[in-house]
């Protein structure tokens, strides 16, 4: 008898002979079906965590090993930190406004990041002797604690923080141009310009680069927030396995934005 079940008009349920070429799989098919590994993210070109975490650390691998070198060779080749600066922020705007991710720029961004970070991480010490250990424990410390939070669902982004984070960073990119303007042109003779004069709180002097740096490390932890947030997203809705370097590239992004804050931080602590 006929059905109209579309369901059941698989030959499984045709007449009595419709199966007999159906192959039967034996006892070792099937336990080497069951032992055989899930589809990763080259069999399914699709984003995952895995994949993403893999070229995050690609990423850190590069700067770290570009950072090694600049903190060599910084005292006698002072070039390379020109050079990582003006290269890693041209290198990174393109890396932003690219529509899709390019490896290739992703990479080069993180050498030559790598390259400014063990340049500034260098000059820094030579200064003020012990500061690279104390941003770098600051830095993993706080990378770590949102990690654990966002894990946790204790901590989301959300629309309305991330209009007030917008906001503060444009704040914060006009008071750092105006300020490295004030320094160029020898406005202000501190050694960290306009973070190197003080406020008063509550009848106490502080200085003003402590607050604003302060500031700038809760708005980079948001910032982590956003890029978990983004890998989380890109995960759950099955995008391109080509934009786990988006992930990578914001996460590193923000961790040196981080690290040269706290390393900041520190700095002027002791001035």
Known sequence: MATSNPAFRNAAFGAPGAVASTKVLSDNDLQALYNAPSAGSQDTDRMTYEDTIGKTVLCFVLLLAAAATAWVLTPVMPFLLILGAIGGLVLGLVNAFKKEPSPPLILAYAALEGLFVGGISRVFEQIYPGVV???????LVVVGVTLALFTSGKIRASKKATKVFLI???????????NVGMMLFGATDGAFGMRSGSIEIAGFEIKLGLVIGILAVLMAAYSLVLDFDFIQKGVNNRAPRKFGWSGAFGIMVTVVWLYV???????IARE
């Open 133 to 139: 250990v104390q941003a770098v424990i600051a830095t």
């Open 168 to 178: 503060a960073m444009i704040g914060y990119a006009v008071f750092s141009l105006v």
């Open 261 to 267: 804050e706290l390393l900041r931080i520190f700095a």
